[in-house]
């Protein structure tokens, strides 16, 4: 137990510290509140400086990229439904022993990216169900504490990850207690000490990512005893951060050469021409099958063939990315490869620079099926010299993908792989601008893959045979080809109007057409697809109308054999404008929004049908007759008021001495009694002079100007009378004239003053009787003595006095 005393035991000092955190009476915690509706926890980049508290009903709690400094004892208790905590990217110096006690479900634990300088095996022992465990990139030197194993508890631990630059040593049973891993992943590049054995114990073992930098550079043991510990068949290596020089960096290999790995990648790789020949000396009959070089920079000039002499038969998947040639000008390209290239079935050499493969070299890849050259510098020449300019080459090969090379020629391309019997051709993100009218396909061509090119129409250049294709990102406007065996069809980002015609389409199951100027589609569109179950029309321009937005709705929430499998609010409205923006399964429209026409005539109809009762109402109430009298009465007052002008230029203007109104029924009564009595009195001793004085009386039969409007008569006539005598009787209540006289002079009466009304009752004519719109009679009668007309001939005289009582002049 030698090892015991060479890991610091600075952890001792540490239980004062955290004693005083527990103590703090002051617990002024702050909280964090951004849980989802399934309990998930996000508290990351909130600047907490304490973890803060949460609901305990919580699942999973993101805490990353905080402040915090320590967990103590309390800040996670209660949270036993937790089964995620992420504490990575905070400045964690300090954890309690039993911090994590509580945390009886936790599956995934996080403290990478910290400043935990120790490790304590008591923060796991409760973790019993816990199975990713992420301690990278903390400045801890050594995993073991004391006596005890950092892992022992950990039962059903798969995912582990742990290292980091100040990790200096590796002893035995540091990782005691793990016995079967999925993921293992180890930081290690300034690793110094490593006993051998260490991660040995670990089987099965799933995946196994290692940074050795520093190991394979200058401690090539460790790295070899590493290597030896991990190296099975079955487990993919990944190694990380290489930097290979000389032969001694590429011995390490041999323990896994001896294991015969199956699979080997390198990650951030830097490498030498000679290394590499060193490493494919050092690999050389191993039964690789997969090799795989990513971020790779290459110091060389491609000058391998000193290895070409070995046997590497076995491999069957090569991969190459993002490759950085620091010499590229003296590169002598992919031809030297050939020895290597003549066995993998699948090759990807992506984005490495490539602009040719030599004819010679495609011709030697006899078993190739799988071939992406995606993201280089390919043109329409070099692809048909790597293609060797359509002959027959290349016959087993399946999948084509030149994705993002600067291709222009649809029909060079075209002419190129006519001959080969591929099933799968991605030539997306190239400069294809136009398609030839037609072409010839291989006709075992099912998957075409032309998007984000140039294309601005389809012709009969697209195979029948396609069963998924990928036209996205184009400038395409319509789509007239019928393709029978489509499955799936892609069409965002071009400039469609409408849904292309589902006739054209009658095995299509999936159609994605975001981010076009679809306006809308209906139902009838959508039955026009006979086998449509997931559509993607999301971003588009939709005018909202009544029928759209009803429809969609009901599609959105599941109804119909078509599902939008895209996201809910990439539906929006883009008109009409009141809507613009809104996400149409939010949208509530009116009844008026969609039933506009019948809505405008029903309005109109209510106006009408209230116009006409108003009219009705008003005629009954006689309001027109009172609105023309009021006019009258307007314009009679202004008369009045010129005319009192002139009465007090020019006295003596008043002509008669009353007018009479009376109907033209009563005209006899007028003419017989009333005339004959006033006008021409018979002489009388026994009566003053002044009562048998003749006066003048104004008759409209007599005295109205012919030629002159009748109401301008009336109108006169009243203004230049002292008196108006009304004879009433039923005649006159059913006269509209006699009726406006009476109007006429009431107001007469207001604007004069004074008594200048005189009513004689012909006929008895009980107040009662008087129908109820002549309020102005009814209110005259109640307000104004009336002279009645007696029947016998005695008592006439009496009558005749009184009348010439109340006509008489003031100066009489
Ligand atoms: C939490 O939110 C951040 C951005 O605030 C995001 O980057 C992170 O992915 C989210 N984490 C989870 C688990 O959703
Ligand atoms: C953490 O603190 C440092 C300085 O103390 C500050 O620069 C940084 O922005 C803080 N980080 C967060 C996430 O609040
Ligand atoms: C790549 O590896 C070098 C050491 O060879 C290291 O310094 C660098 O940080 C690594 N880069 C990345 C992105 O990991
Ligand atoms: C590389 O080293 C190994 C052993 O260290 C030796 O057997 C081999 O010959 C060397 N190869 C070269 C090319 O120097
Ligand atoms: C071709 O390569 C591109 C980019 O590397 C990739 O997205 C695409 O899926 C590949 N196509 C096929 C058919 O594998
Ligand atoms: C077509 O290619 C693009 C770009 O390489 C890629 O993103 C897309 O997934 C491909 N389409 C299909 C259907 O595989």
């Known amino acids: 137990m030698r090892h015991l005393t060479t890991c610091p035991l600075t952890l001792l000092l540490l239980p004062s510290l955290i004693q005083g955190q527990i103590l703090d009476p002051d617990d002024g915690r702050p909280s964090c509140d951004h849980c989802d509706l399934h309990l998930s926890c996000n508290c990351s980049f909130s600047g907490f400086t304490r973890v803060p508290t949460v609901t305990d009903q919580a699942l999973s709690l993101d805490l990353s990229f905080n402040n915090i400094t320590m ?3 309390d800040d996670l208790m209660g949270h036993s439904r937790l089964r995620a905590l992420d504490l990575h990217g905070n ?25 935990l300088t120790t490790l304590n095996h008591n923060w796991f022992s409760k973790l019993e ?33 742990f290292g980091g630059s100040d990790l200096k040593e590796l002893r035995t049973g540091d990782l005691l207690g793990v016995t079967e891993l999925a993921d293992l992943t180890v930081h290690a590049n300034n690793l110094a000490r490593y006993d051998s054995g260490t991660l040995g114990d670990i089987w099965p073992l799933g995946r196994v990512t290692l940074s050795l930098h520093g190991p394979f550079l200058t401690n090539v043991a460790v790295a070899a005893a590493v290597l030896a510990d991990i190296s099975y068949p079955e487990t993919p290596i990944t190694l990380e951060d290489l930097h290979l020089v000389g032969n001694q960096s590429v011995q390490p290999f041999r323990e896994s050469a001896k ?22 000396v050092v690999l050389d009959g191993v039964p690789l099958s997969l090799v795989s070089f990513e971020d790779v920079t290459l110091n060389g000039e491609g000058r391998w063939e000193k290895g070409s002499w070995t046997d590497h038969k076995n491999i069957d998947q090569f991969f190459l990315r993002n ?22 079935r699948t090759v990807s050499v992506t984005n490495a620079g490539v602009f040719v493969i030599p004819c010679e070299t495609s011709r030697l890849l006899v078993n190739l099926q799988y071939l992406d050259l995606s993201s280089n510098l390919l043109t329409d020449l070099t692809l048909a010299e790597s293609l060797c300019h359509g002959e027959k080459t290349l016959e087993e090969l399946r999948v084509l993908n030149i994705s993002g090379n600067p291709l222009k020629s649809l029909s060079m391309m075209n002419r190129l792989v006519a001959k080969l019997k591929l099933t799968h051709l991605d030539i997306s993100r190239t400069g294809y601008s136009s398609m030839p009218s037609s072409c010839s396909w291989p006709s075992t061509l099912k998957y075409l893959n032309i998007s984000r090119a140039k294309l601005r129409s389809i012709t ?71 086998r449509l179950e997931n559509l993607q029309a999301g971003y588009n321009k939709f005018i909202c109308t009544c029928d759209f937005v009803n429809f969609l709705q009901s599609q959105l929430k599941g109804g119909g054999d078509v599902k939008l499998t895209d996201r809910e609010d990439g539906y929006v409205c883009d008109s009409p404008f009141h809507l613009k923006g809104e996400a149409v399964s939010q949208v509530r429209l009116s009844v008026r929004d969609c039933h506009q026409v019948l809505f405008i005539s029903l309005c109109c109809g209510v106006f009408l049908f209230i116009g006409v009762l108003l009219c009705v109402l008003l005629w009954r109430l006689h309001t027109f007759w009172y609105i023309k009298m009021t006019w009258a009465w307007l314009k009679a007052k202004r008369c009045s008021q010129k005319q ?23 005209s006899s009564w007028v003419e017989n009694f009333l005339v004959p009595e006033l006008e ?30 009748i109401m301008d008569n009336i109108m006169s006539a009243i203004e230049h009378s002292r008196r108006t005598i009304f004879v009433l009787s039923e005649n006159f209540v059913q006269s509209d004239w006699c009726r406006y006289e009476l109007d006429f002079s009431h107001f007469w009466l207001f604007d004069v003053g004074g008594d200048a009304a005189i009513l004689i009752l012909l006929e008895p004519l009980p107040k009662d009787n008087v129908p109820k719109r002549f309020y102005k009679l009814r209110k005259l009668m109640s307000s104004t003595t009336y002279l009645e007309w007696p029947q016998e001939e005695d008592r006439r005289p009496e009558f005749w006095r009184s009348l010439r009582n109340a006509l008489k002049r003031d100066g009489d």
Request: proline content about 6%; overall charge neutral; charged content about 25%.
């Open 91 to 115: 400045r964690l110096a300090v954890i309690h022993p039993s911090a994590f006690d509580s945390l009886w479900s936790l599956e995934e634990l996080d403290l990478s990216g910290n400043l």
């Open 259 to 280: 294991r015969r790995i199956r699979h080997l990648s390198f990650r951030n790789f830097s490498v030498s021409d000679e290394s590499i020949v060193d490493l494919l």
């Open 71 to 73: 967990v103590t004892q």
């Open 680 to 709: 021409e009195p018979t002489e009388d001793s026994s009566r003053s002079p002044s009562f048998s004085r003749p006066m003048s009386l104004c008759l409209h039969k007599r005295d109205f100007l012919p030629g002159y409007p």
């Open 644 to 666: 009192r002008k002139d009465t007090v230029e020019s006295e003596g203007l008043l002509s008669f001495d009353a007018f009479v109104s009376y109907s033209e029924r009563d």
């Open 460 to 530: 009969d250049c697209l195979p029948t045979s396609l069963e998924v294709l990928d036209l996205s990102y184009n400038d395409l406007k319509s789509f007239s080809r019928a393709l029978p065996l489509l499955r799936e069809l892609y069409l965002s980002g071009n400039k469609f109007l409408r849904l292309p015609a589902g006739q054209s389409f009658p095995n299509l199951q999936t159609l994605t057409i975001q981010f076009n100027t679809l306006n809308v589609f209906s139902l009838p569109d959508l039955r026009s697809y006979r």
């Open 129 to 161: 169900v816990l199975q990713q465990l992420n301690l990278l990139d903390n400045p801890y030197r050594c995993l073991s504490h004391l006596s005890s194993s950092l892992f022992q508890g950990l039962v059903r631990l798969r995912r582990l990850k």
């Open 323 to 344: 490759v950085v040639v620091l010499d590229v000008f003296k590169f002598t390209s992919l031809v030297k490869l050939k020895f290597l290239l003549q066995y993998p």
